[in-house]
């Protein structure tokens, strides 16, 4: 500090003075965090009423680290012996993590799922943050929290969760590739290497994007961080509805067609009058000839059935995608960029939980999901309904 007054400051005592103010605010800052959490650990536990079957047992203090750094939290604990199953209720109202604070934890999965090994997360930030969390306390969070991320993925679109899409083009793509595994993830698992061992595991990845417009040569463009992702392990029968699912919450037949309430109304009269054999002889005779029509005829080659899907001539002079260069992009950058780095092995468990926070941070919805995690953490306290 005397050095920076002299009236001649270098780099260094610059660097210097920055970490000493740092540390000198960081220092409070972890004391008030640790005073405000402590007094709504009390207000929780005070007014904490148990579950049928948890009694309480002790008070328990606990380690805990906020972006600040580390304090001292002492909370309730509560025991069921039939479920032999512990429960700290001011844990889940706060929304702690393994004794971390959910806006550390939060940071802790975002530099795991992005940075390309744990070790390079701690060592990040160690050196952005001087916040002292180890590779391995590092993928402890991401574990833990990536599965509830992986069941967030696969929730149901229910109507509440659904936007109204304002977009006149919507894409939905899907594509697969490799992720290398560790060797008890492949067994019985059909190999692609001349020495009939499987090294990889195929993962599936799903993308969603709209289009408004197209440039001054008639080429479409993709709207501006439009595109959110989703990722499968599981088979393609269950990979489908899950994209599925991705679309409807995006905004998937939420438009109305130009016809629609006219046809609607045409076939509403129908139906009322006992015409549904007409109504289905007019259906079909309008399907003739179109992929829905071909689908029934399930020997035909993958070109034949898919004449009416191939027409790029066609697609590009309306102005439409006709590649599936977004979500092979997405295969590199949200898969490849950290699954499949040199001397990586995954279990599916662990490539699964990663891949699940990195989509849905790059479908910029790491806020909406953390919000459903904190919210379902609470929820653990309610008290369960007594038999009447």
């Known amino acids: 500090?005397?050095?920076?007054?002299?009236?001649?400051?270098?780099?260094?005592?610059?660097?210097?003075?920055?970490?000493?103010?740092?540390?000198?605010?960081?220092?409070?800052?972890?004391?008030?965090?640790?005073?405000l959490l402590q007094a709504a650990a009390d207000q929780i536990d005070e007014a904490y009423q148990a579950n049928p079957g948890q009694v309480r047992k002790?008070?328990?203090?606990?380690?805990v680290q906020c972006l600040f750094g580390s304090f001292e939290l002492r909370r309730d604990y509560y025991?069921?012996?039939?479920?032999?199953?512990?429960?700290?209720?001011?844990?889940a109202a706060l929304g702690l993590e393994i004794g971390y604070t959910p806006a550390l934890a939060k940071l802790l999965c975002l530099e795991g799922a992005d940075e390309t090994t744990h070790l390079k997360a701690q060592r990040h930030?160690?050196?952005?943050?001087?916040i002292p969390v180890s590779a391995r306390q590092i993928q402890r969070v991401v574990q833990r929290v990536g599965g509830a991320a992986q069941q967030w993925q696969e929730r149901s679109a229910e109507p509440g969760q659904c936007q109204r899409s304002k977009a006149p083009i919507m894409y939905v793509s899907g594509d697969g590739t490799g992720v290398p595994m560790v060797t008890e993830e492949l067994a019985g698992r059909k190999a692609?290497?001349?020495?009939?061992?499987?090294?990889?595991r195929q993962v599936y990845l799903g993308c969603v994007f709209t289009q408004h417009r197209v440039d001054e040569e008639g080429r479409p463009v993709r709207d501006w961080e439009s595109t959110t992702y989703v990722s499968s392990f599981k088979p393609i029968d269950h990979f489908g509805p899950l994209l599925r699912r991705e679309a409807l919450?995006?905004?998937?037949?939420?438009?109305?067609?130009?016809?629609?309430?006219?046809?609607?109304?045409?076939?509403?009269?129908?139906?009322?009058?006992?015409?549904?054999?007409i109504l289905i002889k007019e259906t079909r005779k309008k399907c003739r000839g179109t992929p829905q029509a071909e689908q029934v005829e399930q020997a035909l080659h993958y070109f034949t059935s898919n004449v009416t899907r191939m027409q790029y001539g066609t697609f590009r002079a309306a102005g439409y995608f006709i590649g599936s260069g977004v979500v092979e992009a997405g295969c590199k950058t949200v898969i490849g960029a950290r699954c499949k780095q040199s001397g990586m092995f995954w279990s599916e468990s662990g490539a699964e939980n990663v891949l699940a926070l990195r989509c849905i941070n790059t479908s910029r919805r790491l806020d909406d999901f953390w919000k459903y995690r904190l919210n379902a953490k609470s929820a653990s306290n309610d008290c369960l309904p007594l038999a009447a």
């Open 249 to 277: 919450r995006r905004g998937m037949g939420s438009k109305e067609h130009p016809n629609y309430k006219r046809q609607l109304s045409s076939w509403t009269k129908r139906l009322l009058k006992d015409k549904v054999e």
């Open 192 to 200: 692609k290497q001349s020495d009939g061992k499987a090294k990889t």
């Open 79 to 91: 025991y069921h012996e039939g479920k032999k199953q512990g429960h700290y209720p001011a844990d």
């Open 58 to 63: 002790t008070r328990v203090p606990i380690q």
């Open 125 to 130: 930030l160690e050196q952005t943050g001087v």
């Open 1 to 35: 500090m005397a050095r920076f007054q002299a009236g001649k400051p270098s780099g260094t005592a610059v660097a210097e003075l920055e970490l000493l103010v740092r540390t000198a605010i960081f220092k409070p800052a972890t004391a008030m965090v640790g005073y």
